[in-house]
């Protein structure tokens, strides 16, 4: 490619719109040099070239011409999505100040009179092809930008899903039997929550970024159980007092093993302050008599009152070492007499409203064949 052609390549693009023939002529006379020219005789030949051709970088315009006006012609410009941010300049034999105003209102950059002088013309398309420059310069940055924020943002949040899991199924991989036990927690979880979001008692909390962060964090509510003892967390039989004082502090190894990360990570995440709370806090009960901290009512965290709920109908419904599976109906029969001692009122009766789904999420991740 010679060098002319590459030149005309780069010039920027100026449109020139005017009725009169004489000044089209003296225009491009003036301005080809340096600038590819696009030239329409009309205010509606503009607007049709302007849906045809290759966008101009700036277009000069006359305000009085016989189809559309410039300042009509402006409006259509400005009105386009594909043409807003193009610089237009009037030219124009009206001087008087009003016209100027309206004019920059209608989203004019500059404002020309006639007769023209040739160093002002040149000057001013200079300085507006300029600036047009840096703003798309800025505006595909800014494009740029977003869109990278937006990719490491899902990069991240993919890589806290992963590391959750894999924290999450090590614990799990400690009592073979529990299966799918994660995957159904967290979405049954996920359900009460999103039957809740309207709940008088809930809505200040329960926005769609705490429901996500919840998601998150419920797979870590039995990390602890990495630190019991496998003759007491696979024994098929009851468990004596002192075997259940040891099952008891998976609650407490958990949450000190997410302080920990948290702390060697030097920063606060947001999801782990409610894996904290899950961690330490789903067994404890709505009347006190739960462990590890003997928590009553409200002072239970929200999050473990949810996992509570979870936790104790998928472990009802799942075969274990000690005991057989109970039915759905079985389930739902046991832990209703739990409500007001075991659960939170209001959170088991959304349980009862939501049953069907907790029965369909049950069935989609069993745990046979694993």
């Known amino acids: 490619m010679n060098n002319s052609v590459l030149q005309a390549e780069t010039k920027a693009t100026v449109m020139l719109v005017d009725d009169t023939p004489q000044n ?3 225009m491009t006379e003036l301005l080809r040099e340096d600038y590819r020219i696009l030239v329409a005789n009309g205010g509606e030949r503009a607007l049709t070239l302007l849906g045809s ?10 305000v009085m011409m016989p189809d559309l006006d410039g300042h009509e012609v402006l409006r259509r410009i ?7 941010d193009i610089p237009v ?23 020309i009179t006639k007769p023209i002088s040739a160093p002002i013309v040149q000057a001013r398309v200079r300085t507006h092809l300029a600036l047009k420059a840096a703003a798309d310069f800025l505006r595909d940055k800014s494009v740029y930008l977003e869109s990278e924020v937006t990719r490491r943002t899902r990069q991240l949040s993919a890589i806290q899903d992963v590391t959750v899991l894999a924290m999450s199924s090590m614990a799990e991989t400690r009592d073979n039997e529990t299966g799918n036990h994660i995957l159904r927690t967290q979405r049954y979880v996920k359900r009460l929550a999103l039957q809740l ?7 200040q909390v329960m926005g769609d970024a705490y429901i996500d962060l919840l998601f998150k964090s419920a797979p870590l509510h039995d990390i602890g159980k ?19 004082e040891v099952m008891k502090t998976h609650t407490t190894i958990g949450f000190d093993s997410i302080v920990r990360a948290e702390k060697a990570l030097g920063v606060q995440v947001d999801f782990l302050l409610l894996a904290k709370e899950i961690a330490l806090s789903h067994q404890e009960k709505w009347d006190g008599s739960g462990y ?13 009152r949810l996992m509570a709920v979870a936790d104790v109908y998928d472990a009802l419904i799942s ?16 832990m209703g007499k739990g409500r007001g001692s075991h659960f939170d009122p209001d959170i088991l009766d959304a349980f009862f409203d939501t049953h069907e789904d907790f029965r369909a999420i049950a069935a989609q991740y069993t745990d046979e064949g694993i």
């Open 319 to 334: 075969k274990r070492v000690y005991k057989d599976a109970m039915t759905h109906e079985q389930a739902m029969a046991i």
């Open 226 to 244: 990495v630190g019991i003892p496998d003759h007491i967390l696979l024994k098929p039989g009851p468990l004596t007092a002192a075997e259940f």
């Open 24 to 26: 089209l002529v003296l």
């Open 292 to 304: 590890p901290q003997g928590l009553v009512g409200d002072a239970i965290p929200l999050s473990a």
């Open 53 to 62: 051709e290759t966008l101009p970088d700036l277009i000069l315009l006359d």
């Open 89 to 111: 300049i009037f030219l124009t034999a009206k001087s008087d100040l009003a016209d100027e105003i309206l004019g920059l209102q209608l989203g004019a950059v500059d404002y």
């Open 78 to 84: 400005k009105a386009n999505p594909a043409t807003c």
């Open 197 to 203: 979001q309207e709940h008088p008692r809930f809505s």
